[in-house]
């Protein structure tokens, strides 16, 4: 890839890349998704500080079951709980299904994915999601700014 953006090994190879882009194939589009994948990467290690840190100083993370985190110290703390209790071993994943590009600095994602219990290379029912990423571009790097997600589909009960 020749954007000039870190892409974290969450897709390994060209191929698997190119199918994960899909149809969002500018320079510019690529950028921006690589923050899910940067996420993607550090929760496949449990990496509450890496998690953390795909978020801007300030942003904002909001999840089912009334769950609202601001800055990357409460993300941090949030996660670091997370993956010692419920969600220790696990991993996500997900596709981009939406990317607009709002300003040079700033764009609107939408993914569809889910968490992925331990050992398990497809997500469950229960555990699928919609999420909803606006990011920004701070000091030449696509951070998150806001995340939020939903479950998706008929089974899915995902509380955190």
Do not use: C
Request: proline fraction near 4%.
């Amino acid at each position: 890839m020749s954007t000039g953006t870190q892409v974290a090994p969450a897709i390994d190879g060209e191929k698997a890349l190119d199918a994960y882009y899909g149809s969002f194939t500018s320079a510019q589009e690529k950028e921006v998704l690589t923050v899910p994948l940067r996420l993607v990467e550090a929760w496949s290690r449990n990496d509450a500080a890496g998690v953390a840190n795909a978020f801007t100083e300030d942003g904002v993370m909001i999840l089912p079951g009334d769950v609202f985190k601001k800055g990357r110290d409460e993300i941090r703390a949030f996660m670091a709980a997370a993956y010692a209790g419920p969600f220790k071993g696990t991993g996500v994943t997900g596709r981009p299904v939406d990317v607009r590009i709002i300003a040079d600095d700033a764009a609107l994602i939408r993914t569809h994915g889910g968490i992925l219990a331990a050992g398990q290379t497809e997500i469950a029912e229960e555990l699928a999601v919609r999420s909803t990423w606006v990011v920004v571009k701070r000091d030449g790097q696509w951070q998150l700014a806001g995340y939020q997600n939903s479950p998706r589909g008929a089974g899915a009960t995902l509380r955190w």
